[in-house]
């Protein structure tokens, strides 16, 4: 048995405004969150889901990873780019190159997000959260296949991805050079122990995978902070 991908987290200045843009973009119910935050529950097969935790850390720099967003067709990629605009977003210019097809907005908080033009192969048989497109080396890639039990879907010049078996978003990494890290990540994988699992034995699997723990100061909060191979930081939450 292996760890679940519980959520993905967005550290943010303001946590209800935040999820509020994202549930308008994704069409997402709206919950408390016992961490004094909001999270999104997903109506589709997505398979984790979406929190929203208070933060004080700045966004600095550019996010390592980032929401794919798919479409079926021009139209329905313009109407979500009306959407996500209507609701806070924001065009941004990150280098992209009008040939490649895809939109770059960002959330009310400059979290990067593309939605991609239809007929992307690669994402084909994906739903609307296509995939979190991660800036992270191969080395990565292998570790978090290895962490989730999720089977690698593409392998090729230091590329990686994975998926889950029960479908869902693909996780990819780009493959060298990865950006150095500044400051605290801004996103973060928050990680559930299996079923009936004991947190630090899975803590132990993990470190052996290549993780290590680390002190963020989160005292006796109820996760511990790991870094995966690349450094970026996630979360095992205490069984729930």
């Known amino acids: ?19 509020q843009f994202w549930a308008g973009v994704l069409g997402w119910e709206m919950v408390d969150d016992p961490d004094d935050g909001v999270t999104l529950l997903p109506s589709d ?58 939109v770059v907005l960002a959330d009310p908080e400059g979290n990067e997000f593309c939605v991609v033009g239809p007929g992307n192969s690669f994402l084909a048989d994906c739903g609307f959260i296509g995939a979190l497109a991660c800036d992270g080396s191969q080395e990565v890639g292998y570790f978090w296949s290895e962490a989730l039990g999720w089977p690698l879907v593409w392998d090729q010049d230091q590329e990686t991805a994975i998926r889950s078996p029960n479908g869902g978003p693909k996780i990819t990494w780009g493959g060298p050079p990865v950006a150095p890290r500044k400051g605290k990540d ?18 132990d699997r993990l470190v052996s995978l290549g993780a290590t723990r680390i002190d963020a100061g989160q005292g006796e909060a109820g996760w511990v902070e790991m870094a995966d191979p690349d450094g970026n930081e996630f979360s095992v939450l205490t069984p729930r």
Request: with cysteine.
């Open 45 to 102: 097969d997505t398979g984790f889901r979406i929190r929203f935790l208070p933060s004080e850390e700045p966004k600095a720099v550019q996010n390592r990873m980032h929401f794919d967003l798919t479409s079926t067709s021009l139209e329905d990629q313009q109407q979500t780019v009306t959407r996500a605009l209507g609701l806070g977003g924001q065009h941004i210019d990150i280098g992209q190159l009008p040939e490649e097809g895809h």
């Open 1 to 19: 048995m292996t760890c679940q991908l519980f959520a993905v987290c967005f550290g943010a200045s303001q946590p209800l405004r935040l999820a």
């Open 186 to 203: 801004r996103l973060r994988f928050d990680l559930a122990p299996p079923v009936h699992g004991d947190r630090q034995t899975e803590v």
